[in-house]
């Protein structure tokens, strides 16, 4: 078994800051690309930021306001959001592209986080 689990979503006003985390465990061989996505009511799940070997993407609404790293060694991923607004309340959900001990490669999320941005 594969999971990502999610954590750092909250409550917090317009201006204000948070990182959210999203660490991968199992049958774990091998962790290739991450990334956050997030899901706002009535609306289609969205990229926000992806990882790469040599890259970052981001999407053009969180471009210069969020920051996407991660830490191989823990297998986790992270995303330091600033300057939040409120339209970026939304449910967040972190994947992975990982390769297990049976050599089966394929993509995993994880359960969403949820972050409101609210005065």
């Known amino acids: 078994q594969v999971q990502l689990v999610e954590s750092g979503g909250g409550l917090v006003q317009p201006g204000g800051s948070l990182r959210l985390s999203c660490a991968a465990s199992g049958s774990i061989f091998s962790v290739y690309d991450m990334g956050w996505y997030r899901q706002s009511p009535g609306k289609l799940r969205e990229l926000v930021a992806t990882?790469?070997?040599?890259?970052?993407h981001y999407a053009d609404s969180v471009k210069g306001r969020f920051t996407i790293s991660r830490d191989n060694a823990k297998n986790t991923v992270y995303l330091q959001m600033n300057n939040l607004k409120p339209e970026d309340t939304a449910v967040y959900y972190c994947?992975?592209?990982?390769?297990?001990?049976?050599?089966?490669?394929?993509?995993?999320w994880g359960q969403g986080t949820q972050v409101t941005v609210s005065s």
């Open positions: 990882i790469t070997r040599g890259s970052t």
């Open positions: 994947n992975a592209d990982i390769l297990d001990h049976t050599l089966r490669r394929e993509g995993y």
